[in-house]
């Protein structure tokens, strides 16, 4: 089991824009694709993670000054946000995370061949979020067997929600051959923006209000254009949160950037995905009587569309304010801050586009969060001190808010 482990921490220690072209040049052998294009495929994936990794690295570096204004408000808060990367490093500690990847891609190879799923999850990377439910229930019941139980149990339930998302996400996206596996967002953040977006629905005039960016770029002509959008947004921001123009004007030119290069780098990501798509199909036909096979793939894959982004870059502020000024919220949101740009995928996929929905989905998803992070905190901590991240006082994460943490806290609660 040590030597297993051993093998499989030292393939993510290589990271995701490592493992990435590996696994997709493997697919690509899989599904007959000749050796030159499965690699070319493969690494084309991994350039545009690498990508995506950079521009996510130019929002937070032209966010920062912004974030600095309202962190400098607050005080008095007793909780660390700890965020998702020290979180999903814990995760990884438990015995039996070296049994979780080959168990489950077998299980879902399975299901694949019982044509129960339709959805090959290639996303490894993001099997912290099926560890993670997993290792806070080891760590509470001291259960082996209960959390392998649990990280298996939710490497399943993300192929059966990445099917039914999958139309959708097609759809909107135009990610063609692929859907979502990240449980985190399609099993818990999608629902919470399902939900609300039903809420508006029922309040008179805000369920009138259908606020795009295609609809603002055919009004607005070139003002409408993502890029000039970027600026405005900006330009606002650094207003609103009084920085001089020395952090104004890279504020907004930073923003804008991320604008135009997002959906670029996804474009490259498709291309190393679309021949991999295509190959599956033929397969799944050739072999199986079945022409549709999705592949399962990180929620960074729809960072490329405006909506998405623009809602990134209204939300954070607006979140950091109700951190401010809302009772009980034990902590400043660092680390949630640093999932929004994530949040808002499926926010924005719930809300069709509309930007307003958008925006108002992913606030109100954060808000929960606020109050679950803090309810699930002393389990959180248990976990994280097990694993060996040292965190003084109390310290907790968006990851922990998810519905399923929750009701494993709740229930050692009961277990006296």
């Given at each position: 089991?040590?030597?297993?482990?051993?093998?499989?921490?030292?393939?993510?220690?290589?990271?995701?824009?490592?493992?990435?072209?590996?696994?997709?040049?493997?697919?690509?052998?899989?599904?007959r694709?000749?050796?030159?294009?499965?690699?070319?495929?493969?690494?084309?994936?991994?350039?545009?993670?690498?990508?995506?990794?950079?521009?996510?690295?130019?929002?937070?570096?032209?966010?920062?000054?912004?974030?600095?204004?309202?962190?400098?408000?607050?005080?008095?808060?007793?909780?660390?946000?700890?965020?998702?990367?020290?979180?999903?490093?814990?995760?990884?500690t438990?015995?039996?995370?070296a049994?979780?990847?080959?168990?489950?891609?077998?299980?879902?190879?399975?299901?694949?061949?019982?044509?129960?799923?339709?959805?090959?999850?290639?996303?490894?990377?993001?099997?912290?979020?099926?560890?993670?439910?997993?290792?806070?229930?080891?760590?509470?019941?001291n259960?082996?067997?209960?959390?392998?139980?649990?990280?298996?149990?939710?490497?399943?339930?993300?192929?059966?929600?990445?099917?039914?998302?999958?139309?959708?996400?097609?759809?909107?996206?135009?990610?063609?051959?692929?859907?979502?596996?990240?449980?985190?967002?399609?099993?818990?953040?999608?629902?919470?923006?399902?939900?609300?977006?039903?809420?508006?629905?029922?309040?008179?005039?805000?369920?009138?209000?259908?606020?795009?960016?295609?609809?603002?770029?055919?009004?607005?002509?070139?003002?409408?254009?993502?890029?000039?959008?970027?600026?405005?947004?900006?330009?606002?921001?650094?207003?609103?949160?009084?920085?001089?123009?020395?952090?104004?004007?890279p504020?907004?030119?930073?923003?804008?950037?991320?604008?135009?290069?997002?959906?670029?780098?996804?474009?490259?990501?498709?291309?190393?995905?679309?021949?991999?798509?295509?190959?599956?199909?033929?397969?799944m036909?050739?072999?199986?009587?079945?022409?549709?096979?999705?592949?399962?793939?990180?929620?960074?894959?729809?960072?490329?569309?405006?909506?998405?982004?623009?809602?990134?870059?209204?939300?954070?502020?607006?979140?950091?304010?109700?951190?401010?000024?809302?009772?009980?919220?034990?902590?400043?949101?660092?680390g949630?801050l640093?999932?929004?740009?994530?949040?808002?995928?499926?926010?924005?996929?719930?809300?069709?586009?509309?930007?307003?929905?958008?925006?108002?989905?992913?606030?109100?998803?954060?808000?929960?969060?606020?109050?679950?992070?803090?309810?699930?905190?002393?389990?959180?901590?248990?976990?994280?001190?097990?694993?060996?991240?040292?965190?003084?006082?109390?310290?907790?994460?968006?990851?922990?808010?998810?519905?399923?943490?929750?009701?494993?806290?709740?229930?050692?609660t009961?277990?006296?």
């Amino acid at each position: 089991m040590d030597a297993m482990f051993n093998v499989i921490k030292s393939i993510f220690d290589l990271g995701a824009t490592a493992i990435l072209p590996i696994i997709i040049t493997i697919l690509g052998l899989f599904f007959r694709i000749k050796l030159g294009k499965a690699i070319k495929s493969g690494l084309l994936v991994g350039v545009g993670f690498t990508g995506l990794g950079l521009v996510i690295g130019l929002l937070n570096s032209s966010l920062k000054p912004a974030v600095d204004y309202y962190a400098e408000s607050g005080s008095g808060f007793t909780i660390t946000d700890v965020g998702w990367p020290a979180v999903g490093a814990a995760a990884w500690t438990v015995p039996f995370a070296a049994l979780a990847i080959p168990l489950g891609l077998i299980i879902n190879l399975a299901l694949v061949r019982l044509k129960w799923t339709k959805t090959l999850n290639v996303d490894i990377w993001n099997y912290m979020h099926f560890i993670i439910p997993g290792a806070l229930a080891y760590y509470l019941f001291n259960s082996f067997w209960l959390g392998l139980t649990i990280t298996l149990a939710m490497s399943i339930a993300a192929l059966f929600l990445g099917d039914r998302i999958a139309h959708k996400w097609q759809e909107y996206f135009g990610l063609q051959g692929t859907t979502c596996t990240t449980i985190i967002f399609t099993g818990w953040v999608y629902p919470i923006a399902w939900v609300t977006n039903k809420i508006i629905d029922f309040i008179p005039g805000l369920n009138k209000l259908d606020l795009s960016l295609e609809k603002i770029n055919k009004k607005m002509g070139v003002f409408g254009e993502p890029v000039i959008i970027g600026v405005i947004v900006g330009l606002i921001l650094g207003v609103i949160t009084k920085r001089p123009l020395t952090e104004i004007i890279p504020m907004a030119v930073g923003i804008a950037g991320v604008m135009v290069l997002m959906p670029k780098m996804v474009a490259v990501m498709m291309d190393g995905l679309s021949p991999i798509g295509k190959a599956a199909k033929d397969f799944m036909f050739k072999h199986m009587g079945e022409s549709e096979l999705n592949v399962g793939m990180d929620i960074a894959l729809g960072l490329g569309d405006p909506t998405t982004i623009t809602t990134t870059v209204i939300s954070i502020p607006i979140v950091i304010l109700f951190a401010l000024v809302l009772p009980g919220v034990q902590f400043f949101p660092i680390g949630l801050l640093m999932s929004i740009t994530y949040i808002s995928v499926l926010c924005t996929l719930a809300s069709k586009g509309n930007l307003f929905r958008s925006i108002a989905s992913t606030v109100v998803l954060c808000i929960i969060t606020f109050y679950l992070e803090v309810y699930v905190a002393p389990g959180a901590t248990k976990m994280l001190n097990g694993a060996g991240v040292g965190v003084e006082g109390l310290g907790s994460d968006f990851t922990f808010s998810e519905i399923w943490n929750v009701v494993i806290y709740w229930a050692r609660t009961l277990v006296k």
